[in-house]
């Protein structure tokens, strides 16, 4: 005779086989989602707004500068800095940080490389103008000067 009877033990089994595809989609998904900072902002930045803008057809030809206050005031003091990359620059400093961007382009390209300036709106005429001049001297003739949007009116 056969016993009848509730098994007590039920045997709970989770199949585990897709969890290695799982963890990749999920690590190729971040991986394209996510977007990397270029370089570490050293400098105050409270960009003005525009009254007109307009949009950059070739991202690849543009070298940021940006001016403003240092963050760090205790090391780099109180006065406006110049700021490229992930260093502090001084102006006498400008045309060879221009020349090294430029040699970076393909050659067909480099006589287009375009700076864009971030300026912080507190920041005198003062450094702008030796940037300015800095710039001409390295044959930077394309010069935007970056803003946060238009001026709602």
Do not use: C, H
Request: glycine share 4%; no cysteine.
């Amino acid at each position: 005779m056969a016993k009848f009877g509730k098994k007590t033990k039920a045997e709970v089994s989770i199949p585990t086989s897709a969890l290695p595809d799982i963890i990749f989609m999920l690590l190729f998904f971040f991986m394209v989602t996510t977007v990397l900072r270029e370089q570490e902002i050293l400098v105050d930045q409270k960009i003005p707004q525009a009254t007109q803008l307009q949009k950059l057809q070739k991202k690849s030809l543009i070298s940021y500068i940006f001016i403003g206050k240092p963050k760090n005031t205790t090391q780099y003091g109180t006065e406006p800095r110049v700021q490229a990359n992930d260093a502090l620059l001084e102006t006498s400093e400008i045309v060879q940080w221009v020349n090294q961007e430029r040699d970076m382009l393909p050659e067909a390209d480099r006589g287009g490389i375009t700076i864009s300036m971030k300026i912080d709106r507190d920041v005198k005429m003062g450094p702008i103008s030796d940037v300015q001049t800095e710039l001409r001297e390295a044959d930077a003739r394309r010069v935007l000067y970056a803003s946060i949007g238009k001026v709602k009116k």
